[in-house]
Structures are given as structure tokens and as C-alpha cells.
């Protein structure tokens, strides 16, 4: 077989300014190791360097959700089957060192051996943008709760009139009144100095309130454009729904299956057996976010659904305590939530049942007495601010019955 037809496995170590490269045959033989610089030219001059060897059939990236992002991109846009590599373990670093080289002969042995079969995340659609805010979103609320709690403490202390009138309040109640503190220069200068910090922490509270509000906002326009049908199921909402989006990515068929996915989210018991003795250990790996995520569906089903308390009654009559219990429900649930990831649903538009029920003349409050359910959820699905796959699939069966 001639060079240029003979198949090579690619292997990369990235960085943040180079990335190097490894090229390997199919019998395991290294072809030549190279770096390249990290920027859309380095990535291209890669990529021809690979094909130098022959014809590329797959290629193993470490870093692909940081400094390999880019370069995975690029792999996926030309066509190549691109493996995501996770470093080295201890015992082949002991054995062999540490090298920019030696991670990437790794990475390309790894997707030779198949033992490397994780698909990167595309990251080209709405689970990226819904990742990148909700990052933004998770450092402004860290950022608002620092500014409470400073506010907080010099309250403590601060003068008696300030404190017997801020002291007492809520967080957003003492940032509004202490928003309008103007120090008066006739004050001594401590007491001064106190309306001063208090008025610049309550207003940056104020304005990291409105910066979460507005992300809220477009964290659930993107979530309702990703996947309705998730954002409907009982117990999830914004937070819950971004979260599992940002985990599987634009491409959730990359996890294969359900099992794959619960292992991803952390929510598979992991094998612990030994000799006689046959168990299983929780599995602290995976997703946190998103384990975080199942485990707040699982705990509000177990207080608004009814079939999930029935379920969480017998599995505890059975002997198993209330975390097992939660554990046992956040499977179930990655199962569910899955299915909804790779094939959802059609879910009723809530514009469109607004606009139906709007022709037919029919008033909140009545549609609200005929779905045995109050005018209030009526009003929220119309508005987008409840999502209730179950509650808008009854809202559509009424409207088709009514008689035209």
C-alpha cells in the first residue's frame, strides 16, 4: 500500500499557544511528532501535516471542551473522526515521563486501540450559547451573594441608627433602602465612610440583580428554542434544563445511550465487587452540574408528582433510605431525560394556544375551569414563564375538541 493511502491515527496534546501532534500507522508504528502554533493557521498546518502521512482516519484530541475546542471544530468541518483523549493515567506517566510528545503518542495510541471512543461535543447550536451564559449567570450570583454578605457585615457594625434601620431587612430589601444612603459631610467620618460602602454595595447588588434577571431571560428564550419538550417535563426548569443541555451538547447522540448518558451525569452506580461479595458504590464522577441537576428534579417530583411518591413509598417500604431512594429516582430520571435529549416530543406552542383560545373566545378563567387547574397556570404558559408539557397537551386536546 503506498503512503499516501496508508491510514493514520492522529493524536494532539493542546495548549494554549501550541499543540503538538502525533502520527501513527495502523500497525503502531510513529510517523513523525511536530507543533504547531494554536490559532486558525496553526490548526490548518496541522491538519496538512497529518495528511503528509496518508489518509486520516481518526484523530485523538486532548482538551477538546478548553484549548482543543477550536481544533476539534476544525477536524469535524474537514470530515475527520475526532476522539476526545483524557490525559495520561499516573502509572503510564511514572513509567514513560511527561512530554507535550509523549501525551500526544498517547492520545493517538488511545484511538488506535479503540480504547478512546468519547465523541467531543460539537459545540455549534444552542447548548453552547445556553454553556457560556450560564457560566456568566453562575459568576454573577457568586459576585451578588459576596456583595450581601459584605453588606451584611458592615451592618453588623456599623453605627446603631444604621444598623437598628438596615439590620433587620432581607438582602434585596437593605440593598434597595441602602441604594439611596447619601453620606452627609456634617456626619463624623466613620459614619460617613459606612453609608458610602453600604450605598456601593447595595447598588452593585441592584445591579448584578437586573444582570441575572436579563441572562434569566435568555437562558429560557435559548432553552425553549433547544428543546421544549425537556424544558416541560415535571420538576425542571431554566437552571435544571441548561444544565442537562450543556452536558450532552449540540450533538447528545454522542452518549450512544441511556446508560451512557447516566454514567456522564454521574448517576450510575459504579461495580464494586470482589471475591463473594457482589455491590455497588456511588459514583462521584460524571457531570456535577448536571448530577446537581437530577438530584433537584428528583427532590421536587418527590413532592409534586404523584407517581414519583408513590415510587419513593414503596422503595423506602422496601427497606432503602431516602438518599438511596434519590439516587435510585435521579436513574430513572436520566433515563427520561435522555430520551427527551435525542428524540422529543412535539410540544404545543404556547403562542399558538394563546392565539386558538383567543378565536374561540374563551377566557383564561374558563379554559383554566375546564382543565381542572388554576387561571394563574394559564396565564404563565401563555406567557412563557411556567413550561408544563402535560398541562399544555391537555390545553391542545380542549382546544381541537371545541366545536368550530
Not at 186 to 196: G, I
Not at 373 to 378: E, F, G, K, Q, S
Request: aromatic share 4%; hydrophobic share 35%; with cysteine.
Amino acid at each position: 500500500m503506498s503512503q499516501d493511502r496508508a491510514e493514520v491515527f492522529g493524536g494532539v496534546d493542546t495548549h494554549k499557544h501550541t499543540h503538538v501532534a502525533v502520527a501513527l500507522d495502523a500497525t503502531g508504528t510513529l510517523l513523525g511528532s511536530a507543533a504547531f502554533a494554536a490559532d486558525a493557521a496553526g490548526c490548518g498546518d496541522l491538519l496538512g501535516w497529518l495528511r503528509t502521512h496518508g489518509s486520516i482516519t481518526r484523530v485523538g484530541v486532548e482538551g477538546t471542551g478548553s484549548y482543543g475546542a477550536g481544533l476539534a471544530r476544525r477536524f469535524a468541518a474537514e470530515g475527520i473522526d475526532v476522539a476526545e483523549v483524557n490525559r495520561p493515567n499516573r502509572h503510564t506517566r511514572r513509567r514513560r515521563g511527561k512530554t507535550d510528545t509523549v501525551d500526544a503518542e498517547s492520545a493517538a495510541r488511545a484511538v488506535l486501540s479503540g480504547e478512546a471512543t468519547a465523541l467531543p461535543k460539537s459545540g455549534d447550536g444552542c447548548a453552547e450559547a445556553i454553556r457560556v451564559l450560564s457560566l456568566t449567570r453562575r459568576s454573577a450570583v457568586k459576585a451578588r451573594t459576596v456583595a450581601a454578605n459584605q453588606l451584611r457585615a458592615i451592618l453588623l457594625t456599623a453605627p446603631e441608627d444604621l444598623k437598628d434601620r438596615f439590620g433587620t431587612l432581607s438582602a434585596a430589601a437593605a440593598a434597595e433602602a441602602c441604594s439611596r444612603l447619601r453620606p452627609d459631610r456634617s456626619c463624623d467620618t466613620v459614619t460617613a465612610s459606612v453609608k458610602t460602602a453600604l450605598r456601593a454595595l447595595a447598588r452593585r447588588h441592584q445591579a448584578l440583580t437586573d444582570e441575572i434577571a436579563q441572562l434569566d431571560v435568555e437562558l429560557r428564550t435559548l432553552c425553549e428554542q433547544a428543546n421544549p419538550a425537556l424544558l416541560g417535563a415535571v420538576g425542571v426548569g431554566v437552571e435544571t434544563a441548561s444544565a442537562l443541555l450543556v452536558a450532552a451538547g449540540d450533538n447528545p447522540q454522542r452518549t450512544r445511550s441511556e446508560a451512557s448518558f447516566a454514567a456522564l451525569c454521574g448517576a450510575s452506580p459504579v461495580e464494586a465487587s470482589s471475591g463473594p461479595q457482589t455491590r455497588h458504590r456511588l459514583n462521584r464522577g460524571g457531570n456535577r452540574n448536571a448530577n446537581n441537576a437530577l438530584w433537584r428534579i428528583a427532590f421536587t417530583r418527590t413532592r409534586v408528582d404523584q407517581r414519583t411518591i408513590d415510587y419513593a413509598k414503596r422503595r423506602q417500604a422496601e427497606g432503602k433510605t431516602r438518599r438511596e431512594t434519590i439516587r435510585c429516582l435521579k436513574r430513572h430520571i436520566a433515563r427520561e431525560v435522555y430520551r427527551l435529549l435525542t428524540d422529543p416530543p412535539i410540544v404545543p406552542n404556547r403562542h399558538d394556544l394563546r392565539q386558538q383560545r383567543t378565536r374561540a373566545g374563551l377566557t383564561i378563567k374558563a379554559t383554566a375551569r375546564a382543565l381542572n387547574t388554576w387561571p394563574t397556570r394559564i396565564s404563565e404558559l401563555e406567557n412563557g414563564h411556567r413550561h408544563d408539557r402535560d398541562l399544555a397537551e391537555r390545553y391542545q386536546q380542549h382546544l381541537t375538541q371545541l366545536p368550530t
